[in-house]
T-cell receptor
Framework: AQSVAQPEDQVNVAEGNPLTVKCTYSVSGNPYLFWYVQYPNRGLQFLLKYITGDNLVKGSYGFEAEFNKSQTSFHLKKPSALVSDSALYFC????????????FGKGTKLSVKP | DAGVIQSPRHEVTEMGQEVTLRCKPISGHNSLFWYRQTMMRGLELLIYFNNNVPIDDSGMPEDRFSAKMPNASFSTLKIQPSEPRDSAVYFC??????????FGNGTRLTVT
């Protein structure tokens, strides 16, 4: 069965410091991997995706994620956090053979303090 | 592109009443998803459609929940009768092929 784990409920970072939000997955075969962000009272917004090719994927707002097949991980990173990055972040996986359904992690709340 | 449009944004109703949530997907998208988000359970997939046909409804909690997609530009999620434990934010999302999933801003349902 497919699954996504986000081991941290919350990540606290000081503004200007690098941030990492962790994600590991379990899926048969080669997955598509995604990160989404949710601001209060809004739907989830797409940040970035890994389909194939370079393991380091760059996305919106300066975020990037590294696909590590051996560790089945897809951690989200940003070199310098902003207070405005504070939000709920979701990792998601889709089996390449599926018709579009994404499996989401439980989400990680990122809090960036000035 | 107006994005995925959901209505209403907020719904407050009494237990036992029928609730209908509406969704207009992005034009040209061929798959539509209904999710429910709560603090306790996170984001749960309720049902999804591909080319207007329900593909997987295993996430629908019980027979009180039903969803329809009569055409490519409209879907409804109905709860009848509603219960307090149905209180949540319900999201609709659409996709075309392997593009990223696009979410609406959700309907916050409160059942008293």
């Amino acid at each position: 069965a497919q699954s996504v784990a986000q081991p941290e409920d919350q990540v606290n970072v000081a503004e200007g410091n690098p941030l990492t939000v962790k994600c590991t997955y379990s899926v048969s075969g080669n997955p598509y991997l995604f990160w989404y962000v949710q601001y209060p009272n809004r739907g989830l917004q797409f940040l970035l995706k890994y389909i194939t090719g370079d393991n380091l994927v760059k996305g919106s707002y300066g975020f990037e994620a590294e696909f590590n097949k051996s560790q089945t991980s897809f951690h989200l990173k940003k070199p310098s956090a902003l207070v405005s990055d504070s939000a709920l972040y979701f990792c998601a996986v889709r089996d390449r053979g599926s018709q579009g359904n994404l499996i989401f992690g439980k989400g990680t709340k990122l809090s960036v303090k000035p | 592109d107006a994005g995925v449009i959901q209505s209403p944004r907020h719904e407050v109703t009494e237990m036992g009443q029928e609730v209908t949530l509406r969704c207009k997907p992005i034009s040209g998208h061929n798959s539509l998803f209904w999710y429910r988000q709560t603090m306790m359970r996170g984001l749960e997939l309720l049902i999804y459609f591909n080319n207007n046909v329900p593909i997987d409804d295993s996430g629908m909690p019980e027979d009180r929940f039903s969803a329809k997609m009569p055409n490519a530009s409209f879907s409804t999620l109905k709860i009848q009768p509603s219960e307090p434990r149905d209180s949540a934010v319900y999201f609709c999302a659409s996709i075309r092929g392997n593009s990223p999933l696009h979410f609406g801003n959700g309907t916050r349902l409160t059942v008293t």
